[in-house]
């Protein structure tokens, strides 16, 4: 059986799709239109008092360049413009989806879109903010697993904790695929753009990225470089080895990666100061 057809296989167990905020599905249609306002879409958001208030706190953090500094959607809407802010909402209503249990893997998904921040400002990269944001998304699939896929997901913890299995190696062992490709489904299923669903898809082989490498390879940097530092959970306990693809498609031994660990502490530091875990 190809993956194809493991993953059609895999969907058709899954009962339903983790459900999104009401909102989530109305902000998609709303963005599309020309004639929409920043006001439109801020009005939208804070209907919902819950979301509205994550998403205040996650455009307030690091890695969207502004700590602090945002006291509105509308404000966050202008600075930040509508695809990062529909990136964001999403973000916040994938991470409510995950239980007590998996508050490792928000802190790693939040970290790595800290250190993915800290990349593009080094590389002096255009649109950080939605590289961020595909940063925060990247591990989506984990959440589907998780959440729609109970016994596969405890047979998966089983490999890592009993037989010291990577989770990804433990996933295409039970699943016969991987948590890149069952994110990739899901995301188009949510239609995201490519600009996230194609590193969400690649994250672990950039080399394989059809476009957008570039992007791909700093959310892969950035994955093993959050684990290597210890912030939150991917799953296992293993730093996973950078592509050397994605090393010279950055060109990062071109700067002085001492200073940038340095720097990425920092970032991290105040990221957890201003975040911590998801609030109830």
């Known amino acids: 059986m190809d993956r194809s ?167 295409l062992e039970i699943l016969g695929l991987d948590h890149a490709q069952i994110g990739s489904w899901l995301a188009q299923e949510w239609k995201l753009p490519e600009r996230l669903t194609i590193p969400i898809t690649f994250h672990h082989e950039p080399h394989k990225a059809p476009k957008i490498r570039e992007r791909v390879s700093i959310v892969h940097v950035a994955d093993s470089i959050v684990r290597a530092f210890g912030v939150g959970s991917g799953g296992d306990p293993w730093v996973s080895r950078i592509s050397p693809s994605a090393w010279e498609t950055l060109g990062l031994s071109r700067f002085d990666l001492k200073e940038m660990a340095s720097q990425i502490l920092d970032d991290l530091a105040e990221a957890d100061a201003r975040l911590g875990a998801p609030e109830d």
């Not at 439109?40 to 998403?55: E, M, N, Y």
């Open 5 to 171: 057809q493991q993953l059609k296989a895999i969907t058709k167990r899954i009962q339903s799709l983790p459900t999104l905020p009401q909102v989530v599905n109305k902000l998609t249609t709303m963005v599309e239109s020309p004639e929409v306002t920043a006001k439109d879409v801020g009005k939208l958001i804070g209907s919902d008092q819950v979301l509205g208030a994550k998403v205040l706190r996650l455009v307030n953090s690091p890695f969207y360049g502004f700590p602090g500094r945002i006291s509105s959607i509308s404000h966050a809407i202008i600075l930040l413009g509508f695809n990062v802010i529909k990136g964001v909402v999403l973000s916040a209503s994938v991470f409510d989806l995950m239980e007590k249990s998996m508050i490792g893997l928000w802190e790693h998904s939040l970290g790595c879109a800290v250190v993915s921040g800290r990349i593009c400002r080094v590389l002096n990269l255009s649109d950080p903010e939605e590289i961020s944001t595909a940063a925060l998304l990247h591990d989506i699939g984990k959440v589907l697993i998780r959440v729609s896929l109970q016994d596969d997901y405890e047979k998966i913890r089983g490999l890592v904790e009993n037989r010291n299995y990577s989770f990804r190696e433990a996933e």
